[in-house]
């Protein structure tokens, strides 16, 4: 698709008008028209306050004229995948799992390519053949290459080892010990209770990034899922596939 087409289909999609998109960019009616009719793009600031309004890569309104992929663990990247920066703004260069909020979830590279490892690994390829590959690819990505300067000198690391003590220390009957925080998307977490009258709670932002991890008994049984963030602590339990959720514990940070 061409720039006067993404435009196009997502203004209406949202259901804009041609003056409702002007006033939420700064331009005019008419700048807007020309978008739309081919005659001109929108220049580098406009196409920033479009991302942010529409929730999509600059690439994506530009056409797609390029293959974005992460440059911390080198996933392919679609728009509902796509880090934000502190400010909400959206970063094309990492996916939420590395990048939430304008802080860098993964330190370790060897962490890294063992939660890909269990993601990437299928029939085609074992999991020895994806570590090989990751440790291969990761080290010519952006972040690894400059990761001293993209750092914030452990801080997050250290953030993640307190909220694992403090998980811990809870000592939740039956759930093995948390060794690990992986960071987690809203959207890709299932947790939804069930309330009076057949009604369900969402409990999860889907364009959140969380810390969490999920957890087996050696003895078997159900499982137990960890979610936290700077203000909470959320223990469940669930069974075969993530099915029929649980709510064990509940902490405010």
Known sequence: MNTKDVI?????????????????VFVTRQAVSRWENGDTVPNTETLKLLSNLFGVSINTLLGSPRKLICQCCGMPLEDEILGRNKD?????????????????TYSDMD???????????????T??????????????LDYWKRQDELGDNGAFEAFKKQLIEEINALHVEGMPTLTRLNALVGMY????????GGMKAKFLNDQATYLGN?????DGGRCFGVLANADFILICTYGEGGADPELVLYKKR
């Not at 196009?8 to 939420?24: I, W």
């Not at 962490?111 to 390829?125: S, W």
């Not at 994806?130 to 990761?138: A, C, S, T």
């Open 127 to 140: 999991e020895e053949q994806v570590r090989d590959y990751l440790k291969q690819m990761l080290p010519s």
């Open 214 to 218: 999920q957890l087996e008994p050696e």
């Open 88 to 104: 909400g703004s959206i970063n094309e260069d990492y996916c939420k799992w590395c990048y939430a909020d304008g802080t860098y």
């Open 8 to 24: 196009y289909e997502l203004r209406t999609r949202n259901g804009m008008s041609q003056d409702d998109l002007a006033e939420k």
């Open 111 to 125: 962490d890294l390519i063992e939660v890909c490892v269990g993601n990437m690994a299928n029939e085609q390829f």
């Open 189 to 196: 977490v299932n947790l939804e209770y069930p309330l009076p």
